[in-house]
T-cell receptor, first 112, second 112 residues
Framework: SQKIEQNSEALNIQEGKTATLTCNYT??????LQWYRQDPGRGPVFLLL?????KEKRKERLKVTFDTTLKQSLFHITASQPADSATYLC???????????FGKGTMLLVSP | DTGVSQDPRHKITKRGQNVTFRCDPI?????LYWYRQTLGQGPEFLTY????????KSRLLSDRFSAERPKGSFSTLEIQRTEQGDSAMYLC??????????FGPGTRLTVL
């Protein structure tokens, strides 16, 4: 079965630095990957979607890459701010594409 | 539109009791999803509706769980004979298609 893995350890960085989060998947290549942000006690919020034929996608300070050879997506936040502190979830479509399978998420802590 | 809403936000119940949660999706969204999330984990898919039809159910979903979406608008999730292992955040999401999902704030269930 398809697995999606994110680094379960929290990532601590200083304000102004670039945060890079990793999402790895096994078995088949999904048609797309999605990234969500989740704050404590709240539902996830959609950030970006990248399709398998796209190598890179950007939105403001966010950048996502999709490497189908490495079976990996990288999520970058440039010029990070304390307000970026949250858990970031990677997700891909389940078989049939109707629903999503999420990774465990990586907690990002940005210190002033 | 005010987004996806869920009610109640918190529910404390005793083991063996039945509970019901409600989700009101974004009005023009025909797809509705239920997920369960425990601490340190990503959302885990439970079930999916397209309009009023329940099209997918997780194999992990116990027969104590039932969901309905009678008129293709709001949805309810009922858990019968609750167990302590049911304690989790129950998230509802809606979407127009198979990509971006909009999540509600969740219902936090505590089973004593």
């Amino acid at each position: 079965s398809q697995k999606i893995e994110q680094n379960s350890e929290a990532l601590n960085i200083q304000e102004g630095k670039t945060a890079t989060l990793t999402c790895n998947y096994t078995n088949y290549s999904p048609a797309y990957l999605q990234w969500y942000r989740q704050d404590p006690g709240r539902g996830p919020v959609f950030l970006l979607l990248i399709r398998e034929n796209e190598k890179e996608k950007r939105k403001e300070r966010l950048k996502v890459t999709f490497d189908t050879t490495l079976k990996q997506s990288l999520f970058h936040i440039t010029a990070s701010q304390p307000a970026d502190s949250a858990t970031y979830l990677c997700a891909h479509p389940s078989s049939g594409y109707s629903t999503l399978t999420f990774g465990k998420g990586t907690m990002l802590l940005v210190s002033p | 539109d005010t987004g996806v809403s869920q009610d109640p936000r918190h529910k404390i119940t005793k083991r063996g009791q039945n509970v019901t949660f409600r989700c009101d999706p974004i009005s023009e969204h025909n797809r509705l999803y239920w997920y369960r999330q425990t601490l340190g984990q990503g959302p885990e898919f439970l079930t999916y509706f397209q309009n009023e039809a329940q099209l997918e159910k997780s194999r992990l979903l116990s027969d104590r769980f039932s969901a309905e979406r009678p008129k293709g608008s709001f949805s309810t999730l009922e858990i019968q004979r609750t167990e302590q292992g049911d304690s989790a955040m129950y998230l509802c999401a809606s979407s127009l298609d198979e990509t971006e999902q909009f999540f509600g704030p969740g219902t936090r269930l505590t089973v004593l």
